[in-house]
């Protein structure tokens, strides 16, 4: 930033929507807006030659999409952090447009509440998103995750059920893993029954699998 003053570049390809936002940013004396982008191709040339702090990317453009346009400025090693402001809100767009390299996300119909706190908190490093904005993220990270649901059912385990899960899985005998754990072979036993019942395995192929499938062990173990 320039002293005080946070130099924002506006990327959207309807001009109205442009100067409806330079106006909710021309409302705070710490913001100046450098200048305006219709397109992707104008944004990343003008994100290059100005070097704004703060991009105000929408996600649908004429030539291309915000998602790529953001992808392009974080790969080119530019210093300005992209706020997506967009009518989406559905949660694709959201996880989409952070996975790509945005560091924030408001709603065109929250703007005049929320842009200028966004842009700030963007402008200092950080990352805006709302309370609303955020369960929605994590609903869909957690969709993205194909192992969520077993991930789930490893954390009910007691933590010395994990141990013995692990040592069976790198091929070690009931009494091998009591040794390990100072229990006996029997207790062992007690707890692979406990993991069986949790989670439905009980031969050690089925202990592998699970525990590569969680990065509990890399295959050369």
Known sequence: MSGDL?????????AVVRAGV?????????VHVV???GSGAEALALAERLKPDVIVMDISLGDTDGMAVTRQIVAK???SRVLTLTMHA????????LEAGAAGYVLKTAADRDLLDAVRTVARGEVYVRPDAARILAKGYTR???LHAERQRFEKLTERERDV?????????????????FISPKTVDTYK???QDKLGLSHRHEYVQLALRLGLLTPEN
Do not use: N
């Open 6 to 14: 946070i130099r924002v570049l506006l990327v959207d390809d309807h």
């Open 22 to 30: 330079k106006a909710v940013l021309g409302a705070a004396k710490d």
């Open 90 to 97: 559905e949660e694709d767009y959201l996880v989409t447009m």
């Open 193 to 195: 029954q406990r993991i």
């Open 165 to 181: 899960l692990r040592h069976t899985a790198q091929g070690f005998s009931a009494p091998e893993i009591g040794e390990k754990l």
């Open 144 to 146: 993205k995750d194909p």
């Open 77 to 79: 090693g530019l210093p």
């Open 35 to 37: 200048g305006e982008a």
